[in-house]
């Protein structure tokens, strides 16, 4: 065991389509389930006052809920409430506001991807100089920090590509490395380059996809695409895993809880060595083991689902296989589990790095990718035959038609009961839309990268134009209403861990626009969203059955585990323009508060 290990492993850190009624109609209730006898046993808590959206279809709304130990025993009206309160039951007086299910994600990296999200936050920024001048500000303010590092600047707001020479007029005496909204790319100025040891001989990580930009003579000029940046990123001193990794569980997890998340699924484990294949195995199991000690002693305040990720093309088939289902079997708890595997094939559109069936605008190229089609559903099949769930980041239309091949071929070779999904979804061609629906393919979506958020929009009209865009980006509303399962997350680190907050992605999601920005429009112009009863199943049911819990979380039921959260007001009387605006007022999970606002 090595030293970072054991320092890991000693660290504690006490963290703290459904039937409803609409905001025009009263609520109604359904008939509730028969009194319970006398001598029921005393609930630990009874939840009563307020409105109870459940998210059973059979049972939408009720008055009461009572939990005993970690499960839910009562759910009904207040008066049968009343035989399981006892002397020592906790009563939570919810009046004026709304009880529901605690939120699951299926998409976000909250285990140790916050160092992609550490200092200056370029997000707001919209030229050049609001970048430079947020970056020189923060560097005066931080004289101590040996390396300026930062998130969230936009090639479209620069102009072009960035260069070191002008990220040398913020700060020129210390390295700088400054990752863009995606947190694919990044930024150095020269002394990040020299500490980073990025020189004219430095070999691209995978060239046409992973690489580094270069001046005709072969040059590092100071952009880094696709994650290219990792090696310098640990070269310069920037990581620091025997600190950081407890530090940024510790403190992601807690803004979660506060935001209502109960349980989530985090799609490859983003340490700086996420492309090194050995290091990433190397990485995983650490965090899982440290997360384990967690378990063990009541801390993981969380249930978290964790899979290794396939990003590198030179990782053995059969290995990454092998490897994920050790690890499943390992952890396999309803707290802490090992599922499935993610394939990150390909960058981002903006970087002209995503697998395009068609040519980006005034360009001859289609992009590329680490993982081709071919390679893909080889994995895919690999998987399903180990009992695995795949899931498939898709970014390009190229990306989307190789990873629909993927499903369909492996449903037709008798892997009917895989729950494999498409995660983003950004570019689809129509045709695959259709087949999407057709094969009633489950989703998971990030609203927010769907609107006019940090000028997300601009690259996609300008590397995609505006009819593609209208044709192909962001289709998703086509598979909800043809069944397909959907879910909804943030995506952190690619979004700050401010946005992971469920509520802003489901105001997002029905308004189709950015929830902190009054001026924000729909974006494509005319896009339709979810009904408030559909972006609730997406963040409380539906990724609970994507993950194969459905029979124990996602909905307020007897015999289901007590994953419970108490919002400060109910949804269904309030504009959709203030869902965000909402609060969660405590978290329960497993039977245990785990928040609870002052």
Same mark, same amino acid.
């Given at each position: 065991m090595n030293h970072m290990t054991k320092t890991l492993l000693c660290c504690v850190i006490p963290l703290i389509g459904l039937a409803a009624c609409s905001k025009d109609e009263p609520a109604k209730l359904a008939t509730p389930?028969?009194?319970?006898?006398?001598?029921? #046993?005393?609930?630990?808590?009874?939840? $009563?006052?307020?409105?109870?959206?459940?998210?059973? #279809?059979?049972?939408?709304?009720?008055?009461?809920?009572?939990?005993?130990?970690?499960? +839910?025993?009562?759910?009904g009206d207040a008066a049968g409430a009343g035989k399981f309160t006892g002397d020592d039951t906790r009563v939570i007086d919810a009046t004026g506001k709304m009880v529901m299910p605690g939120f699951i994600s299926t998409h976000d990296h909250l285990i140790v991807s916050g160092w992609i999200n550490l200092g200056v936050q370029l997000h707001d920024g919209k030229s050049l100089d609001d970048y430079l001048n947020a970056i020189k500000e923060y560097a005066d303010a931080h004289p101590d920090e040996k390396v300026i590092r930062g998130m969230g600047w936009n090639a479209e707001n620069i102009g072009g590509e960035p260069t070191a020479e002008m990220l040398d007029r913020a700060v020129s005496d210390r390295p700088v490395i400054v990752i863009d909204y995606t947190a694919h790319d990044a930024?150095?100025? $020269?002394?990040?380059?020299?500490h980073g040891q990025v020189t004219k001989d430095t070999p691209d990580p995978i060239p046409g996809v992973s690489y580094w930009v270069r001046d005709d003579e072969g040059n590092p000029t100071g952009m880094a695409k696709e994650v290219?940046?990792?090696?310098?990123?640990?070269?310069?001193?920037?990581?620091?895993? #025997? $600190?950081? +990794?407890?530090?940024i569980q510790q403190n992601q997890y807690a803004a979660a809880v506060s935001y209502g998340m109960t349980a989530f699924l985090n799609p490859g484990v983003i340490t700086p060595r996420v492309t090194d294949p050995e290091g990433m195995f190397e990485d995983t199991e650490v965090v899982l083991a440290y997360l384990s000690d967690l378990e063990k002693k009541g801390e993981l305040t969380m249930? $978290?689902?964790?899979?290794?990720?396939?990003?590198?093309? +030179?990782?053995?088939?059969?290995?990454?296989i092998s490897k994920a289902v050790e690890y499943s079997r390992q952890y396999d708890s309803d707290i802490l589990r090992a599922f499935g595997v993610k394939i990150h094939p390909e960058g981002t559109f903006n970087a002209r790095t995503s697998l395009m069936l068609e040519p980006y605008e005034g360009t001859d190229t289609r992009g590329s990718a680490n993982v081709m089609p071919d390679r893909m559903m080889e994995l895919v099949l690999a998987a399903n035959e180990a009992n695995l769930d795949a899931i498939i980041h898709v970014d390009g239309s190229g990306t989307a038609r190789g990873a629909v091949d993927a499903i369909e071929a492996s449903r037709k070779a008798g892997h009917t009961d895989a729950r494999n999904a498409l995660h983003h979804i950004y570019w689809v061609h129509p045709d695959d839309v259709k087949r999407i629906e057709d094969m009633k393919i489950p989703l998971n979506i990030s609203p927010i990268f769907y609107t006019d958020w940090a000028d997300g929009h601009k690259p996609a009209i300008a590397m995609l134009g505006a009819e593609r865009t209208q044709k192909e980006f962001a289709r998703f509303m086509g598979p909800l209403e043809a069944g397909c399962n959907i879910a909804l997350s943030a995506d952190v680190p690619s979004a700050p861990l401010s946005l992971d907050a469920p509520l802003l992605g489901v105001e997002s999601v029905i308004t189709r626009r950015d929830p902190l920005n009054d001026d924000s429009e729909v974006f494509p112009p005319g896009a339709t969203g979810m009904t408030l009863e559909q972006a609730l199943a997406a963040v409380t049911i539906n990724p609970a059955w994507q993950i194969r819990m459905e029979d124990k979380l996602g909905s307020l039921e007897v015999g289901k585990l007590a994953d419970i959260i108490v919002i400060d007001k109910n949804l269904f009387d309030i504009d959709p323009t203030d869902i965000s605006e909402a609060r969660v007022e405590m978290t329960m999970m497993d039977g245990v508060i785990r928040y609870q606002s002052n």
């Open positions: 389930p028969a009194p319970a006898p006398a001598s029921a #046993e005393s609930a630990d808590y009874v939840f $009563t006052g307020g409105k109870v959206y459940t998210v059973n #279809e059979n049972q939408p709304w009720a008055e009461a809920v009572a939990v005993k130990g970690n499960k +839910i025993v009562y759910v930024w150095l100025n $020269t002394k990040g380059l020299e290219s940046y990792l090696s310098a990123y640990m070269n310069m001193g920037a990581w620091d895993p #025997e $600190t950081m +990794i407890p530090q249930r $978290t689902f964790a899979q290794p990720v396939f990003k590198n093309p +030179i990782l053995d088939t059969e290995r990454f």
